[in-house]
Nanobody, 126 residues
């Protein structure tokens, strides 16, 4: 059973930075897509970024391009989300998700992921 544990959330002022981490264990497949999603109160969960553990170009939502960077450390089974130039509209619960996958193109919709972490809160004040 894949288990995901997020950390690194917190409260920052607009323009600040945070780095989220997602530590994975229990992998049973050779490669995965790792996704970061977020959900603000009253809104649907949305995809933020995704990366294939086997390499390739990551996916970013338009709203975070140029500000967020997803990266993967396969030696540590950890996925990171570096968030810079944070805005109040980035405030949300951030979730890490994993899905067994065989090629570099990663799905981006929440329903396409099987394994989820418990989430970490990010709050950006103006």
């Amino acid at each position: 059973q894949v288990q995901l544990v997020e950390s690194g959330g917190g409260s920052v002022q607009a323009g600040g930075s945070l780095r989220l981490s997602c530590a994975a264990s229990g992998y049973t497949y050779s490669s995965y897509c790792m996704g970061w999603f977020r959900q603000a109160p009253g809104k649907e969960r949305e995809g933020v970024a995704a990366i294939f553990t086997g390499g390739g170009t990551p996916y970013y939502a338009d709203s975070v391009k140029g500000r967020f960077t997803i990266s993967q450390d396969n030696a540590k089974n950890t996925t990171y989300l570096q968030m810079n130039s944070l805005k109040p509209e980035d405030t949300a619960m951030y979730y890490c998700a994993a899905e067994a996958h065989s090629f570099y193109w990663c799905p981006t919709a929440p329903w396409q992921y099987t394994h989820w972490g418990q989430g970490t809160q990010v709050t950006v004040s103006s």
